[in-house]
């Protein structure tokens, strides 16, 4: 049998439903591209701690969190005070 590695999982899962399969992949090393905005919310902390100890990237593709990802792109992280 030949075994497959998925390279990127979408994670479009309503609600608090999302959250193991999401944590799932990236615990896998698994890089995710979020549209359940109620992962990050409820566990973003947990997400995003996993992310960097498997070496995954979160993607955010939910309109308002993508926005504020592409906005920070190539940013200084330092210089920004708040996101409102």
Not at 2 to 26: K, M, N, Q, W, Y
Not at 49 to 55: L, N, T, V
């Amino acid at each position: 049998a030949t075994e497959t590695h998925a390279d990127l999982v979408v994670s479009a899962i309503v609600g608090a439903a999302g959250l193991v399969p999401t944590h799932a992949s990236l615990t896998a090393g698994i890089d995710v591209a979020l549209a359940n905005k109620e992962s990050f919310v409820i566990a973003g902390q947990v997400m995003t701690a996993a992310a960097q100890k498997h070496k995954a990237t979160l993607i955010p593709i939910d309109s308002e969190h993508s926005a504020i990802f592409q906005c920070l792109q190539g940013s200084q992280k330092q210089a920004l005070k708040s996101i409102e």
